[in-house]
């Protein structure tokens, strides 16, 4: 193990701390170093260091791209249908969930399962996670029929009704079963079931 002085310690610590505050000496404001070439970085900076800054800044542009474009809200089953319209002609079984903010906007619709061709079998465990990991307040679940006939069945509704207690428990609201069928669809909350 390497003995260092304080004193060498000192040092290295000195031209660690006024680092920072010649590179912005030399670049004068945080725009001009989110635009900075990585050559007059790298000038600046020790390689490592100007390759940390251009990774900090290129995520800070793909966050804020990200949260400037506008993510759909869903005020009707209609709405979010359309936005699930491609499993109409899956060959399996799909379930996937719509996770949405307090405000209604779609997080993300992760696919949770893939079944067979006539079905699926699903655990609470399995269809919250994602909602938990991304923070969201409500979700949607979907699944499609291969056979084309949205008509739920009777295992649709008692499996809607078993996933909306248990999103009661963790406080992430069930706020619809969509089934979809080739070229129609329907909502067990429009159809009057309750969960």
């Not at 002085?5 to 920072?20: A, D, F, N």
């Not at 699930?84 to 399996?92: E, F, V």
Request: charged share 20%.
């Amino acid at each position: 193990m390497q003995n260092s002085s304080p004193s060498s310690w000192t040092v290295k610590q000195k031209q660690r701390s006024h680092l920072p505050s010649e590179l912005l000496a030399a670049i004068r404001i945080y725009t001009n170093l989110a635009q900075a070439a990585p050559i007059d970085l790298q000038r600046l900076t020790p390689a490592a260091t100007a390759g940390r800054i251009l990774a900090t800044f290129e995520l800070c542009k793909r966050l804020a791209r990200e949260q400037t474009q506008e993510r759909p809200v869903i005020a009707s089953a209609a709405d979010a249908a359309a936005l699930l319209a491609d499993m109409a002609y899956l060959a399996q079984e799909n379930v996937r969930v719509l996770l949405l903010d307090i405000n209604r906007r779609v997080i993300a619709a992760p696919t949770v399962y893939i079944g067979t061709l006539t079905t699926s079998v699903l655990r609470a465990s399995e269809i919250y996670r994602e909602a938990i990991v991304r923070g969201s307040a409500m979700l949607i679940l979907a699944h499609n029929h291969p056979s084309g006939d949205p008509t739920p069945s009777p295992e649709d509704v008692e499996m809607t009704r078993a996933l909306a207690a248990a999103g009661r428990l963790l406080d992430i609201a069930l706020v619809d079963h969509l089934i979809i069928g080739r070229g129609k669809w329907v909502s067990l909350r429009e159809m009057g079931f309750s969960f």
